[in-house]
């Protein structure tokens, strides 16, 4: 696979070859965009680089890989996928979309999404679009919260939607300052840099042994996150926009 020499410093060529031959063994790739700290001229030492792996494949995957002590933050998508995201809600991922960088082309589907995704920041988001996405995150968020209540003498089932409820958090957090959503990974990482005082009440719920003092403590945050947004979806709201 011919890689962009143009995007890529010549001591990461090989890094980049391994990252993109780890893929292949999967994935038959179309595209790969560049995006983030390396390719807008901001990269160090600690930095990830970040790929977006466009092909015809259902599956969608977000992964990290380690490669020459440089992680690799990729996310293999469909194009039609990524192209429904994009016009579903022009956020700060299309935004970076837009701005990314062309590793690898093979039949100009990359182009054609950076095109598309500088055509939707250009247009502005819709507002029916983000209303019904902010509505689909209220309303899980709710079912979420109900189903923590419920799950309070199995350990097990709340730790587990603690960590959910606790990404749906920071999603709210991210929309509030039009932030993108980082990974897995970052996602505490970025919640402390965003909103300090939240994260170490999200702290305190996970050192927290008593479930039910846990439960106090993230509807508390819940309510807190999304009040801006007219806290957890109602009964008689819906998030069905025609």
Known sequence: MDLSLHHIKKQHMPYF??????????????AILGHGSYFNGRFTENSD???????????????????????FEVMHINIRRLMKIMEFRASDFTRSVSNSSLVFDKNGFGQK???????HCA???????DMKYINQSRSRTRTLLFDLRDALDDPMSFQLMHIQLIQLIYRFICLEEKSWEKS?????EDIKTLRPNTYKKIQTSLKESDLSIKLDIMEGL??????????????DETFSII
Do not use: H, M, W
């Open 222 to 235: 819940v309510s807190e996150s999304l009040a801006p947004f007219g806290g957890i979806l109602n009964n």
């Open 123 to 129: 247009l502005g988001s819709s507002l029916v679009d």
């Open 17 to 30: 070859q391994e990252a993109v031959a780890y893929f292949e063994r999967s994935i038959n790739i179309e």
């Open 49 to 71: 680089i970040d790929l977006i792996i466009l092909s015809k494949s259902d599956s969608y995957e977000k992964t990290i890989i380690n490669i020459g002590g440089i992680d």
């Open 113 to 119: 999404v950076i095109t598309k995704a500088q055509t």
């Open 184 to 188: 897995s990974k970052k996602v505490f």
